[in-house]
């Protein structure tokens, strides 16, 4: 049996040595189109603020891990088509690669927006360690920066440009900070905790236009401002890397439409990761969740299916969290709310705390938690189980901040029951 991988992050290396345990005698094959070892994305940022060496971003640090399991890597290769019929995958550089079964992890890419002066030198997305080496010799302490886009991404990035000691100006084109995790006055609140750490954020502005001034930039807003700039990153939302399916005839949508295995409408093909379309928990209805821990479920799912033992996905829940200069934020499953749900919340505007829940009959659907580390976890915990809370609902709409007896009580009631969570 030959399995063969497009894509060398978390997903595509969490299904290959799945695979190994799962197929012992199985050849695998992973296909990356980065010269680089397989990496993290996410540990990109500690590059920036010199938290970790380069190495540190690998996936597995051990030298000649993927040798010793047997896992060929094949880096700097790009995949340009898909032919289920022949069993078999082109490459850009115009080799073939057979497969007996497929997985798609292609991960996804930076949407360029489309502003004139994006071409520019020194105007960067920061998606790949590439990326890390441009900005990190840019983002000096006095230069002038400016990120664009102040979502998930954005904001882990908006950390360490902000802790290189550079002047940093953010422009997001939605009314709040992190428009798709946090609700207005949760995105509000990190604005102001993000300004008084000497960050200066713009909500409900663009970028019209990004002009050379000498050695420099000049960022143009369409509220009049214009801002000096030593370096502009982008950070203005992703796209799954789906192109090289065209004439495959796999069914993709905004993503690669998967069913309960992670397979494909075509036989032998899966999907894991950024690309999967996969069902969505908080919705009940199919989604793309480009967060690392949905790609490496996604990843060891797949693989299992792939080897043969069949595996059921369940559903990913949506959840992020997310350190902002120290303010933890986070948001799991229907923040925003059901048709006929109820909600509560709490603020404390000068102490930077926030929390608000979501409901959906006595079951606890979404919520988001802002400067109260403490009630992350039963928060995740409650909505993730789907627990039914009975009276317990009606204290947390009268006190949101009693989620962690809630938890506890509804846990020990379980338990008693007979059921375990």
């Known amino acids: 049996m030959r399995h063969l991988i497009i894509g060398a992050g978390p997903a595509g290396i969490i299904a290959a040595e799945t695979l190994r345990k799962a197929d012992p005698n199985a050849q695998i094959v992973v296909i990356g189109d980065e010269p680089e070892e397989p990496y993290s994305r996410m540990a990109i940022p500690y590059v920036l603020i010199d ?90 302490p006095g230069a002038n920066v400016v990120l664009m886009g102040a979502g998930f991404i954005g904001c882990i990035i908006l950390e360490a440009l902000a802790l290189s000691g550079a002047n940093l100006t953010v422009i997001e084109m939605g009314n709040r900070m992190v428009p798709r995790m946090l609700d207005q006055t949760a995105g509000n609140l990190l604005k102001q905790w993000c300004q008084s750490k000497n960050v200066d954020v713009h909500t409900s502005t ?29 950070a203005t939302g992703v796209t799954p890397n789906i192109e090289f399916l065209s004439g495959s005839g796999v069914n993709t949508n905004f993503g690669i439409v998967v069913d ?46 792939m080897a043969g033992r069949t595996t059921h996905h369940r559903g990913s829940l949506n959840m992020n969290v997310l350190d902002t200069l120290g303010l933890i934020s986070a948001s799991f499953g229907a ?31 979404g919520g988001q938690a802002l400067g109260l580390t403490q009630h992350v976890g039963v928060l995740r915990g409650l909505i993730q189980t789907g627990t039914h809370l009975g009276d317990w609902k009606d204290k947390l709409l009268e006190d949101p901040l009693k989620l962690p007896e809630a938890y506890l009580a509804c846990a020990h009631d379980t338990i008693h029951a007979g059921q375990y969570l």
């Open 260 to 305: 309960a295995n992670m397979q494909t409408n075509v036989a032998d093909i899966y999907a894991a990761g950024d690309v999967a379309e996969a069902l969505d928990l908080s919705t009940g209805a199919a989604a793309v969740q480009a967060i690392q821990p949905t790609a490496v479920d996604h990843g060891r799912l797949a693989a299992l299916n």
């Open 206 to 234: 663009r970028v019209n236009s990004i002009i050379e001034s000498g050695a420099a930039l000049t960022v143009t807003l369409d509220n009049g401002i214009a801002v000096p700039a030593d370096l502009v990153v982008s």
């Open 51 to 140: 938290k970790v060496p380069e190495e540190g971003t690998h996936l597995r640090k051990t030298s000649g891990h993927f040798a010793t399991q047997d896992i060929t890597v094949m880096r700097g290769e790009h995949v340009s088509a898909v032919d289920p019929q022949n069993k078999e995958v082109t490459l850009s550089s115009g080799g073939k690669q057979a497969y007996d079964k497929l997985l798609i992890a292609s991960g996804s890419r930076p949407q360029a927006p489309p502003i004139a002066g994006m071409d520019l030198p020194n105007v960067h997305s920061c998606w790949t360690l590439e990326d890390a080496r441009s900005i990190h010799r840019l983002s000096k």
């Open 335 to 365: 923040w925003m709310g059901v048709d006929g749900g109820e909600t509560t919340s709490l603020v404390d505007n000068a102490s930077y705390r926030y929390i608000q829940l979501q409901f959906d009959g006595d079951v606890l659907v």
